[in-house]
């Protein structure tokens, strides 16, 4: 199982680490944006990570719908509009996972 360890970016690796231990510490809002935030500078840095391989056509290429949502379009940078305040154990484990294997595949592409 990767691990944010694994991450070459020092930035994503520190945002996904921050993920894991507010997840370990039970504050899963706190994971949530950790894990978004990840995701958004993944998306930042490159741009078509979830539409050319080895995303594309992937269940990475779609985020999970629990609690916030990433808007790609019609906006000059990535954006994370949550639909609530606090998050659950779950959603802090689906966000958390999906940035991990994101970032860890998306970072193979190099």
Excluded: C, H
Excluded at 30 to 52: G, K
Aim: charged share 25%; hydrophobic share 40%.
């Amino acid at each position: 199982m990767p691990k944010p360890a694994d991450i070459k970016n020092e930035k994503l690796r520190e945002l996904l680490s921050a993920a894991q231990s507010a997840i370990r510490s039970g504050d899963f809002t706190q994971s949530v944006r950790q894990s978004t935030e990840a995701v958004r500078q993944l998306l930042i840095m490159r741009p078509d990570v979830f539409t050319a391989d080895p995303l594309a056509g992937t269940r990475q290429a779609l985020p999970p719908v629990v609690g916030a949502r990433l808007v790609t379009e019609n906006v000059t940078e990535p954006q994370v509009i949550f639909d609530r305040e606090k998050f659950t154990m779950a959603e802090a484990m689906t966000w958390y996972q999906y940035a991990l294997e994101s970032v860890i595949t998306g970072e193979a592409r190099d």
